[in-house]
Each structure stands twice: as structure tokens, then as C-alpha cells.
């Protein structure tokens, strides 16, 4: 299944099991990075998709993505939002990141946050901004961490 197609049947499969939930959309979707980025628009069952911290966001993320290995797909990462959920919160995130970054550079002390792995990559893609700061994750699974610190003159 080539990338056009693989864009194609995650958007379907997707349609289709929110359609199980009496959940009737159309979903939008592109492809970034070899990520299909798929967008749920807003429906009085939002908290329902999106769960407890996410849960089944990731969840439904996952069975997407599993199809596409099942069926052999060029491309199988795939990102669900769910009424611009992930965005706002990354926008959050992002604005968290601002403020931890002008505390590293005022302090000189490196601070360390555990976070997902989409919050941490928010953060790198903020402190890039920064020639000053460097971040790094360390750690395996849950127990990955982001680092911020200043880059030593």
C-alpha cells in the first residue's frame, strides 16, 4: 500500500470506527514527515475520544496505526486529533517551555520535567529558538525525562 493509499485507508478506518460510537464525521486528513495526521472535528463526544489524559487519543492512534502495519503500508505513524486537542495543548506546552527556558538562563541550573514524548518534543522544537539552551531526553520508557540546560561558554 503506497503513501497516497496508506493516507486513504487510515482516514476510512478511522470514519468507520468512530462511526461504531454513533460518531458520523468526515475526517481530514494530510501527511507530514511520513506522519498521517489525522483531524476529528469537534462532536458532543469529544471527552469520550479524547479520554482521561489522552488515554484513548493514543488509543485510537494505535489501532489506526496497527491497520496500517496489517495491511502494509509504506507509512504507519499516524497522529489523531480530536477537536485541535493536541494543538492547544501543545500551544500550552509551548508557552510552559518559554517560561523553564528564561528560568535555565537566569538560574544557570539545568531542570529536568517528565513528560510525554509529544510535550518533550515540543519543548526541543521551542528551545531550538535558543542558541544559548540545549535539551536532551534521557532515560527509557516511562521513566524518559527532558533535560533543559545552558550550553556551557
Known amino acids: ?36 495526521q489525522l483531524e476529528v472535528p469537534s462532536t458532543s463526544l469529544n471527552s469520550l475520544l479524547i479520554g ?15 491497520a496500517l502495519v496489517a495491511h502494509g503500508a509504506e ?3 499516524v497522529n489523531v486529533d480530536v477537536a485541535d486537542y493536541k494543538r492547544a495543548r501543545a500551544d500550552r506546552i509551548a508557552e510552559k517551555a518559554e517560561g523553564w ?16 514524548a509529544a510535550d518533550r518534543r515540543v ?13 536532551h531526553s ?3 520508557g516511562r521513566e524518559r525525562h527532558l533535560i533543559i540546560s545552558k550550553i556551557a561558554e
Not at 478506518?13 to 464525521?25: M, T
Open 75 to 77: 507509512i504507519t505513524r
Open 101 to 116: 527556558i528564561a528560568k535555565v538562563r537566569k538560574t544557570g541550573e539545568p531542570m529536568t520535567l517528565e513528560l510525554n
Open 52 to 66: 482521561r489524559n489522552a488515554d484513548n487519543l493514543r488509543s485510537l492512534q494505535y489501532i489506526v496505526s496497527q
Open 1 to 36: 500500500m503506497n503513501k497516497d493509499e496508506a493516507i486513504r485507508y487510515a482516514t476510512k478506518f478511522l470514519e468507520d470506527l468512530l462511526s461504531f460510537f454513533g460518531i458520523n464525521v468526515a475526517v481530514d486528513s494530510t501527511c507530514e514527515d511520513d506522519v498521517i
Open 123 to 135: 519543548v526541543h522544537k521551542v528551545a531550538q529558538d535558543y542558541s544559548d539552551i540545549e535539551t
Open 138 to 140: 534521557e532515560g527509557e
